[in-house]
């Protein structure tokens, strides 16, 4: 066992040499933190289980309104329905918010990782439910208006009728937006996280 001692000024350091052999030097890998676990604490900086609470709850609320419309709009069914947005963008929020509540409760990186690419999936399946969303509020409503010789015939509705379809429309538009910002900040989070992983990596 060697040791140095070098003074700066009224610092004096002494820097001691255990080898591997010494008790000692197990027991200080031992309690050395471990590259991964704070890789996931950073990770962790960015709230990831009130994100996944987010996305479960939207998620469920996705697949509640749409059998609710899909069993309403059974004989006329707009675009939404017919797409299948609620429910496809509704079990990809579940799924993606389980995994991030996951990792509040394991020390795992490679649950930084499933969380990036359901992440990157939220983004671009909340971008595409908000496209199908705005084209159903640019159509024509289907139950206010009927097929008769190869022509669509507009029915006589009320005001009422369009405001709820526009408004629900929109309510899910920002609800979607909500979800996006949510699947970023989870993205960035575990970019950064992988990042570091790749320096820590080059580094040893």
């Not at 479960?56 to 939404?80: K, N, R």
């Not at 509020?137 to 029915?155: F, N, R, T, V, Y």
């Not at 526009?166 to 949510?182: D, M, Q």
Request: glycine share 6%.
């Amino acid at each position: 066992m060697a040791a140095t001692v070098t003074e700066s000024g009224r610092v004096k350091v002494v820097t001691e040499v255990i080898p591997q052999t010494d008790p000692r030097a197990a027991q200080l890998d031992s309690t050395a933190p471990q590259p991964s676990s704070a890789q996931v604490k950073g990770f962790r900086k960015a709230q990831p289980k009130a994100l996944g609470a987010i996305q479960i709850i939207s998620g469920f609320t996705q697949i509640s309104f749409g059998i609710a419309l899909m069993i309403s709009e059974s004989s006329a069914p707009a675009l939404t329905v017919t797409s299948g947005v609620y429910f496809w963008i509704g079990l990809l929020l579940v799924s993606s918010g389980s995994v991030l509540v996951e990792t509040e409760r394991r020390e795992s990186i490679w649950l930084v990782k499933v969380c990036y690419i359901m992440s990157s999936l939220v983004i671009l399946a909340s971008l595409t439910a908000v496209i199908i969303h705005s084209m159903e509020i640019g159509q024509d409503i289907p139950w206010c208006s009927i097929h008769e010789d190869g022509k669509m015939i507009p029915l006589n509705c009320s005001q009422n009728v369009y405001i709820l379809n526009h408004g629900i429309n929109s309510i899910f538009i920002l609800l979607c937006l909500l979800e996006l910002c949510t699947a970023i900040t989870a993205l960035v989070s575990g970019h950064k996280a992988l990042k570091q992983q790749d320096y820590t990596q080059m580094t040893l």
